[in-house]
């Protein structure tokens, strides 16, 4: 039997629904792309940047919303989120403040301004009905000098 393999670039989505599990699942397919495409040393930084654009389309948004995760080359991905909710959230929308130490909210996207290699935001508009809301976006890469243990 001859293996089929999927060269760069690749890309893959995951239609999520408005339930409570749906970010694990998202997490839990996350890394097994990761790992079957040979990036097992993205997933942690790919877990935890996925997990709260994730959670936060789930908590803010009323509808279905999507994960794709795609190859951009070099060893980098890009993940995205789609969500009904037209409203960028401030860390998207650029020069955002950073959260107050006792805030209940705001802080797992700062998170991700801080762990992303590079992130944007894009309002989406007309089109067909429930295809409106916004896209979040964030990239990473290996970096072979960083690695969990080494933070201080």
Not at 104 to 128: F, N
Request: proline letters at 9%.
């Amino acid at each position: 039997m001859v293996l089929a393999t999927v060269t760069p670039p690749w890309a893959y989505t995951l239609q999520l629904p408005q339930d409570p599990r749906a970010p694990g699942i998202a997490r839990a397919t996350l890394r097994s792309v990761l790992r079957a495409h040979g990036m097992g040393d993205l997933i942690d930084t790919a877990e935890l940047l996925a997990s709260e654009l994730v959670t936060n389309a789930y908590r803010y948004s009323s509808g279905p919303y999507s994960l794709r995760l795609r190859d951009v080359g070099r060893h980098r991905i890009r993940l995205s989120v789609w969500d009904t909710n037209p409203d960028i959230p401030p860390p998207f929308q650029g020069g955002a403040e950073v959260p107050k130490s006792l805030a209940e909210c705001g802080r797992g996207l700062h998170l991700v301004t801080l762990w992303a290699d590079s992130w944007g935001a894009y309002p989406l508009h007309g089109g067909l009905p429930g295809h409106g809301g916004k896209l979040l976006w964030v990239e990473c890469a290996w970096k072979p000098d960083c690695r969990w243990g080494d933070l201080s």
